[in-house]
C-alpha cells in the first residue's frame, strides 16, 4: 500500500456519502459516440432537407401531393440514417461502459478501486505508473512520481512531481508512485475536456465524406439559379408569364421546376455513406472491435503503413523471466539476488520487475536510503542501501561508453529474442541521479516475452495486401529485430533510435530503409508517425501502453488493445477489445468493403446529379417544357440508383483503397450525365417538330431514362454476379410493372406510346447506351491509369 508514504487515512465513509449527496463527485455524462441529438442534427436538420421539405409544402399547398412522392423519400432517408446510426451508438455505448477506466483511492486507511464517477472531491489518489489521473489534484506524497503531460501542454518531457505540486486530470503517471488529494472534479476537472476531445464522435479524415459534401456544396451554389432558370423557362413555355398566371398554368411550371431541383440533390448517396459506415461498425463491434468514430472504418481501408509496437501487440505482454547471468562482478557484489528480490515486490514495480519476485524470493528488507525512479528518458533506475547504489536498466543506458566486453554480451543475448538488463552497483552515491562513475557489472538478465500466436498470420495479410509494417519499441533494437524476424518480418537488424537524424527527409529515407527501430522514446514515436505522414502515408500506429498514447494520438487511425492504459485507449480510433491482433484483417476488410462499394454506388448517385443539372440548365435554355412530373423522378431513381444502391454498397468487396475517390467518380458521372442529357433533349425536339403531346412525350422520356438507367446500373456492376443479376432483374421486372399496372401507370399518368414516340424511344435509348459504353471503357482505362500511378507513388514512398 502506498499510504505508508504519508500515513494518511484519506476520507471516511460519512465524508464520502455527505460530498456524494452534495454533488461534489466526478460524475460527468459523455458519451463515446454522437449523441441523439447530434444524429438528428445530421439526419434531418440539413440545407437539403430543407429545400425538399420546402418543396415537398409548396406542393401539398397546390394540391398536387400526387408528386410529392419524394418527401416521403426523403423522410425514409432521414429515419433509416438516424435508426441506423443510433443502433450503431446503442452498441458502442455498451461496449464503452463495460470497459470503463477505474481509479485508486484511499477512504478511511484502506486502498479501494472505484469507477473514476465515484471519485468526490477531498479524497485522496493513488498513482502508479501508467494511471491516468482520475481527478485534479495536489500531491500529498511522492516516491520518484513523474507525469506526461503532453496530452495537455504538449510537452513530451516528463514532468518531476513532489508535494504540493498539481496534477491535472488526463496526464498520465509515467514512473513511481505518489498520492494526490482531489481539488477539482466533473466538469471542472481537466479529465472530462480530454474525454471530450478523445471520445467524442468527430470527423475522422474521411474522403467519401469530405467528397461528398463537397459536391453538395457545389450544388448548393447553383442551385438556386439553375431553378429560376428552369422556372422562367416553364412559365415561358406555359404561354408566359402573365398567360400563365392567369390560367392557372403556373402551377404545372412550379412542378417541373421543383422536379428539376430534387432531382439535382444526391440525398441518397448521403444515405449510403451513413448507412455503410453504421453498419460496418455494428458488424465490427460482435467481433469485439470497439469503433469509437465511425469513419474509421474506412480509415483503416486507406492505410498504406501501419506501426507497431512490440509489447502487447506482436507480443502478449507479459514479461517472462528468463535467466541470470552472472558476471565478474558479482563476486565482488553479495546479495545482488536480494536486492532482485526487492525489486520485485515494490508496489510501484513494472512488468518487468515484478517477473523478478518468483525466481527472487528472497528479498532484501529495510528502508533504502534513497531511490531514483525508473525513467523511459533514462531507461534505469536505483536503489541505495548501505552497501551501494545499485542500478537495474538497459546496458547500452547504465554503460552508454567502454565496458565494451559487457555490451558485446547483451547485444548477443538480445539478438536471440530477449531483453536484456543489467544489474550494477557503484561505492558512490550521487545525487543528480546518474549512475555512479565507479559502477561495475554484477549480472545480466534476460527476460522473454511470448509471440503472439496470431501476428505472423496478420503480418502475412499486411504483406499481401501491399501494407508496409514499421515496429517501434523502446526495447533494445536488436530483441526487437528478432521478434520482428521470427514472426515472418525481414529485418536483419534494428536501428538505434537514439541515432535517428534530426533532419525530417533524413528520417524519412531510414524510416523507408529499415523496418525495426528500438529503444525509440514516446515523443519519438509521435515523431515517426508524423514523418510518415508527412511522406504522404496513410498510418495506423498499434500499440497498449502509455508510451504508445502520443504516436496513437497523432495518427490517422490509432488501434488500442483493451488491455492497454486508460489514455492510450482513450485517444484511439479503434480498441481491439479482447486483445486480438488477428482482427485487424477484418477491420481492413470492412473498410475496403466500404470504401470500394461507395466508390461504385456514387457513381450511379453523382450520374443522377450530373444528368438533373444539365437536364435543367438545357431544357431552361432552350426554354423547352421540362419532361419529368416529380412523381415519376421519384420511380425512376428508386428502380435504377436508390434500391439497387443499397444492396450493392453491401456486398463483399476487398478492392485495395486507392486515392483519388471523387474524381474517379466524377469522371464517369459527368460524360454519361452529358450522354443522358444529350439524349433527352434530342428526344423533346423531336417530340415538339413532330407534335407528340405532353403526356405522351413524359412517357417517353420516363423510358428512356428508366431504361439508360438500369444500363449504367449494369455498366457499374460488372463483374455481374448471379445476386446482381437477381437485383438488376428485379429493377427491369419494376420496370414492367409500373407500365402495365393500371393504377401505377395512371398514378404516374403515363400513356401508351403511339408508333412514333416508340422509334424514338427505342432509337434515343440505343444510342444512349451506345455512347454509355464508350465513356465507360475511356473511363475504365482512364482511372486504371490514375490507379497505376497512385500505386507507384505509394510505393516510391515506401508503402
Not at 467524442?200 to 431553378?227: C, D, H, K, Q, Y
Not at 444500363?711 to 455481374?720: A, E, M, N, T, Y
Request: charged share 20%; aromatic share 6%.
Amino acid at each position: 500500500m502506498v499510504t505508508s508514504l504519508t500515513g494518511a487515512t484519506g476520507l471516511s465513509a460519512a465524508e464520502v456519502a455527505e460530498r456524494t449527496a452534495a454533488g461534489r463527485t466526478n460524475a460527468f455524462v459523455q458519451d463515446t459516440s454522437r449523441s441523439v441529438w447530434s444524429i438528428l442534427r445530421a439526419n434531418v436538420l440539413t440545407l437539403f432537407n430543407a429545400i425538399v421539405v420546402g418543396c415537398f409544402l409548396v406542393l401539398l399547398a397546390i394540391g398536387r401531393w400526387q408528386d410529392a412522392l419524394f418527401g416521403a423519400s426523403a423522410l425514409a432517408n432521414a429515419v433509416i440514417g438516424t435508426v441506423q446510426e443510433y443502433r450503431a451508438k446503442r452498441a458502442l455505448d455498451r461496449l464503452a461502459l463495460v470497459n470503463a477506466p477505474h481509479a485508486r483511492v484511499v477512504r478511511d486507511g484502506a486502498e479501494q478501486e472505484i469507477p473514476v464517477e465515484a471519485v468526490v472531491l477531498d479524497d485522496l489518489l493513488v498513482l502508479r505508473a501508467g494511471d491516468q489521473v482520475a481527478a485534479d489534484g495536489a500531491v500529498t506524497a511522492s516516491s520518484g512520481l513523474q507525469v506526461d503531460e503532453s496530452m495537455l501542454t504538449g510537452e513530451s518531457d516528463p514532468v518531476e512531481k513532489s508535494e504540493g505540486d498539481e496534477v491535472l486530470s488526463g496526464s498520465i503517471v509515467v514512473a513511481g508512485e505518489g498520492l494526490a488529494g482531489v481539488i477539482r472534479v466533473g466538469a471542472d476537472s481537466f479529465a472530462n475536456s480530454l474525454a471530450s476531445e478523445a471520445k467524442r464522435f468527430s470527423l475522422v479524415a474521411s474522403e467519401l465524406r469530405s467528397s461528398i459534401n463537397r459536391v453538395l456544396r457545389w450544388v448548393a451554389w447553383i442551385i438556386g439559379p439553375v431553378a429560376a432558370l428552369v422556372l422562367n423557362a416553364q412559365m415561358i413555355a406555359q404561354g408566359g408569364w402573365p398567360e400563365a398566371i392567369e390560367t392557372g398554368a403556373w402551377r404545372d411550371a412550379v412542378v417541373a421546376t421543383i422536379a428539376s431541383v430534387v432531382a439535382m440533390i444526391p440525398l441518397g448517396l448521403v444515405l449510403m455513406t451513413s448507412i455503410t459506415f453504421a453498419v460496418g461498425a455494428v458488424k465490427l463491434s460482435r467481433q469485439q472491435v470497439l469503433v469509437q468514430e465511425l469513419p474509421a472504418v474506412e480509415g483503416l481501408a486507406r492505410v498504406d503503413l501501419i506501426c507497431l509496437d512490440k509489447t502487447g501487440t506482436l507480443t502478449q505482454g507479459d514479461i517472462v523471466f528468463d535467466g541470470a547471468h552472472p558476471l565478474a562482478g558479482a563476486d565482488e557484489a553479495p546479495g545482488w539476488e536480494e536486492v532482485l528480490g526487492w525489486y520485485g515486490v515494490q508496489s510501484d514495480a513494472n512488468a518487468t520487475a515484478l517477473s523478478l519476485a518468483a525466481p527472487f524470493a528472497s528479498a532484501r528488507t529495510g528502508d533504502p536510503r534513497g531511490r531514483v525512479a525508473f525513467s523511459s528518458a533514462r531507461k534505469w533506475s536505483a536503489v541505495v542501501f548501505d552497501d551501494g547504489m545499485w542500478v537495474l536498466g538497459a546496458p547500452e543506458m547504465v554503460f552508454p561508453s567502454g565496458h565494451d566486453e559487457l555490451l558485446e554480451r547483451a547485444v548477443e543475448l538480445a539478438a536471440s529474442g530477449r531483453r536484456t538488463l543489467v544489474l550494477a552497483r557503484g561505492g558512490q552515491v550521487t545525487d543528480d541521479e546518474s549512475v555512479p562513475a565507479d559502477a561495475e557489472a554484477v549480472v545480466l538478465l534476460t527476460f522473454r516475452e511470448n509471440i503472439r500466436p496470431d501476428a505472423r498470420e496478420t503480418l502475412e495479410y499486411f504483406a499481401a495486401q501491399g501494407v508496409g509494417v514499421r515496429v517501434i519499441s523502446g526495447d533494445n533494437p536488436q530483441t526487437v529485430a528478432a521478434i520482428a524476424r521470427e514472426v515472418g518480418l525481414d529485418a536483419p537488424t534494428g536501428v538505434d533510435a537514439r541515432g535517428l537524424p534530426d533532419d525530417d527527409a533524413e528520417l524519412v529515407r531510414v524510416l523507408d530503409e529499415n523496418v525495426v527501430f528500438g529503444r525509440v522514446t514516446p515523443d519519438q514515436k509521435r515523431r515517426i508517425v508524423v514523418a510518415l505522414k508527412s511522406a504522404g502515408h496513410v498510418v495506423a500506429m498499434t500499440g497498449d501502453g502509455v508510451n504508445d498514447a502520443l504516436a496513437i494520438k497523432e495518427a490517422d487511425i490509432g488501434v488500442a488493445m483493451n488491455s492497454g492504459a486508460a489514455a492510450t485507449k482513450a485517444v484511439a480510433r479503434l480498441v481491439l477489445l479482447d486483445g486480438r491482433f488477428s482482427h485487424l484483417p477484418r477491420v481492413v476488410a470492412e473498410g475496403r468493403q466500404v470504401i470500394a462499394n461507395i466508390e461504385r454506388v456514387s457513381m450511379l448517385f453523382l450520374t443522377k446529379t450530373a444528368y438533373a443539372t444539365f437536364l435543367a440548365i438545357v431544357f431552361g435554355a432552350l426554354m423547352l417544357q421540362f419532361p419529368f412530373l416529380p412523381r415519376q423522378l421519384s420511380v425512376i431513381d428508386g428502380l435504377t440508383i436508390g434500391i439497387p444502391a443499397f444492396f450493392l454498397a453491401l456486398l463483399p468487396n476487398a478492392q485495395r483503397y486507392v486515392p483519388g475517390f471523387l474524381r474517379r467518380s466524377l469522371t464517369f458521372a459527368v460524360p454519361a450525365g452529358a450522354v443522358v442529357t444529350l439524349g433527352l433533349a434530342l428526344y423533346a425536339l423531336a417530340c415538339l417538330h413532330i407534335g407528340i403531346p405532353a403526356a405522351e412525350t413524359r412517357t417517353g422520356a420516363t423510358l428512356i431514362l428508366t431504361i439508360v438507367g438500369l444500363w449504367i446500373l449494369v455498366v457499374l456492376s460488372r463483374p455481374v454476379t448471379r445476386f446482381k443479376s437477381f437485383v438488376i432483374g428485379a429493377m427491369m421486372i419494376g420496370l414492367v410493372l409500373v407500365f402495365s399496372v393500371p393504377i401505377v401507370r395512371d398514378f404516374l399518368q403515363l400513356t401508351d406510346p403511339t408508333l412514333p414516340t416508340a422509334v424514338l424511344v427505342l432509337l434515343v435509348s440505343a444510342g444512349s447506351i451506345g455512347l454509355i459504353e464508350i465513356v465507360r471503357f475511356v473511363h475504365r482505362r482512364v482511372a486504371a491509369r490514375d490507379k497505376a500511378s497512385a500505386l507507384a507513388g505509394v510505393r516510391r514512398s515506401g508503402g
